[in-house]
């Protein structure tokens, strides 16, 4: 792995580019969330596939898939940050999570599962926190119930699981995310057993946009707000997203407030993730830099 582009803000998140011999891309960032100091909260975020076959129609990532990327590529880009901070591999971070949430679906990749049984053996981190974010494909049952293994044995209360929603607009969210997924029901079910008493809660992930709905009356049936916190982030402004014409609710508009209210109302816990504008410049959303570093360099993708 040879890292061929970086682009940074030192206070914020650095993104790089690494280019394997066969030509494949990869992604990867190391991020910090001011005015949190480094040494209380570090946050890596790596690629699990090179590019995405699922091409949600928000994100970069799906620009071309060419595969899975193996343990030892999942491991050289968690090494290559390590390295430039902590080369001895003990990591004094009090939260130091590694989102497994860049380009790629990761429940697609069994190396993921296999970086999560390796991790302790190869850092002293304390504080490492493990975030998967998936939007749950049918057909990857066997990933999930080693996942919640691992977890079980391994982490306990020290992981971040997160099911990307994004509307309770069933046909809308089968036009965001174009191929076959969990339900609500099948996501409920597994949660049950996957959440433990003393766990952090269950994330499910809304990018809102334009016209999305968001009703606490369909999540209710489903998820426990004793269980379960929503999230509530900004539609990013990438090349995807663009080209299909999906803008971002407005944080300040009527119809955000009023889902919001309609949440609490219902008991949920809301995290508001509304990042830094400067992430948008850098180009530090999923798939982003990528895509815009080729157009900039059409012979490379060539």
Wanted: hydrophobic share 35%; glycine share 4%.
């Amino acid at each position: 792995m040879k890292v061929i582009a970086k682009t940074e803000n030192s206070d914020i998140a650095t993104v790089y580019i690494a280019k394997y011999p066969d030509g494949k891309l990869i992604e990867f960032v190391e991020s910090t969330q001011p005015p949190i100091p480094l040494e209380k909260k570090w946050v890596l975020i790596v690629s699990t596939l090179f590019g995405c076959p699922v091409a949600c129609k928000f994100c970069d990532s799906g620009w071309k898939y060419e595969g899975k990327i193996s343990k030892e590529q999942l491991f050289e880009q968690i090494d290559y940050m390590i390295a430039r901070r902590y080369p001895d591999r003990n990591i004094p971070v009090d939260k130091f999570k590694i989102q497994f949430a860049r380009m790629g679906e990761p429940s697609l990749n069994d190396a993921v599962l296999d970086v999560l049984e390796e991790f302790h053996q190869r850092y002293n981190a304390p504080g490492f926190l493990p975030s998967i974010s998936t939007i749950a494909p049918i057909g990857r049952d066997m990933f999930f119930e080693r996942l919640k293994d691992i977890k079980k044995r391994i982490y306990k209360d020290k992981f971040q699981m997160q099911f990307s929603i994004h509307t309770t607009d069933l046909t809308l969210r089968d036009e965001l995310i174009p191929i076959k997924k969990w339900g609500f029901d099948k996501i409920a079910r597994y949660s049950e057993d996957f959440y433990q008493d003393g766990d952090r809660k269950i994330t499910l992930n809304f990018a809102l946009g334009e016209g999305y709905k968001l009703e606490a009356s369909k999540l209710i049936r489903y998820f426990d707000p004793k269980k379960f916190v929503i999230k509530l982030t900004p539609i990013n402004p990438t090349g995807k997203a663009q080209q299909n014409n999906l803008n971002s609710v407005r944080f300040s508009d009527v119809q955000f407030f009023e889902i919001v209210k309609d949440l609490k109302l219902n008991d949920y816990e809301v995290i508001l993730s509304i990042g830094e504008l400067e992430e948008n410049k850098i180009g530090s959303n999923c798939g982003q830099y990528i895509s815009n570093y080729l157009k900039e360099c059409p012979k490379l993708e060539d």
